[in-house]
């Protein structure tokens, strides 16, 4: 069956420091993969997609993500994070052309200033 | 612009009402699903349409069911809404190229 993981429950940066979220999928074929936001009280927000090609997607925000099917993961990024980043952070994978999705747990990401 | 939304985005009911929540969606998706979001949980899905009179059960349907009379709306109704259906539910469509559009959620608390 198909699953998606985040190791991290939450995790702490300081402004400005770089960041990275692990996502670990369990998928037997190539996986639509997408990262999105969820800032308190509101609905989730697209970050970035890949679907196929170069395995580095580069999303909204200043985020990327990088592919690598020989360690099933989707680890997003970026260099330098602001206070406003502070959110949810969900990794899903999308499988049958848009028909199904599944989310991992989810990463809080809290920004000390 | 297109969009999807949800109402009510907050209601308290109590414990064995029936409950409905609203999502309608003007992507013209066909496909139209209801997640619940739990600390700890992520979202989980509980039902799922592919089309006009197509529903389908999730990972959590229990004491849920919907019905898609039209592309544009899913409704989810709690038949006798209990304690551990306290969540914050959200809708979402996909559209073919696999991006799923969120609704803004609704937040259903039963007393």
């Known amino acids: 069956a198909q699953s998606v993981t985040q190791p991290d429950i939450h995790i702490t940066v300081s402004e400005g420091a770089s960041l990275e979220l692990r996502c670990n999928y369990s998928?037997?074929?190539?996986?639509?993969l997408f990262w999105y936001v969820q800032s308190p009280g509101q609905g989730l927000q697209l970050l970035l997609k890949?679907?196929?090609?170069?395995?580095l997607v580069q999303g909204i925000k200043g985020f990327e993500a990088e592919f690598k099917r020989s360690q099933s993961s989707f680890n997003l990024r970026k260099p330098s994070v602001h206070w406003s980043d502070a959110a949810e952070y969900f990794c899903a994978v999308g499988f049958n052309y848009g028909q199904n999705f599944v989310f991992g747990p989810g990463t809080r990401l809290s920004v000390l200033p | 612009d297109a969009e999807i939304t949800q109402s009510p985005r907050h209601k308290i009911t109590e414990t064995g009402r029936q409950v409905t929540l609203a999502c309608h969606q003007t992507w013209n998706h066909n496909n139209m699903f209801w997640y619940r979001q739990d600390l700890g949980h992520g979202l989980r899905l509980i039902h799922y349409s592919y089309g006009v009179h197509d529903t389908n059960k999730g990972e959590v349907s229990d004491g849920y069911s919907v019905s898609r009379s039209n592309t544009e709306d899913l409704p989810l109704t709690l038949e006798s809404a209990a304690s551990s259906q306290t969540s914050v539910y959200f809708c979402?469509?996909?559209?073919?190229?696999?991006?799923?559009?969120f609704g803004q959620g609704t937040r259903l608390t039963v007393v």
């Open positions: 998928y037997g074929a190539t996986p639509y």
């Open positions: 890949y679907f196929s090609g170069d395995t």
């Open positions: 979402a469509s996909s559209d073919p190229t696999g991006f799923a559009f």
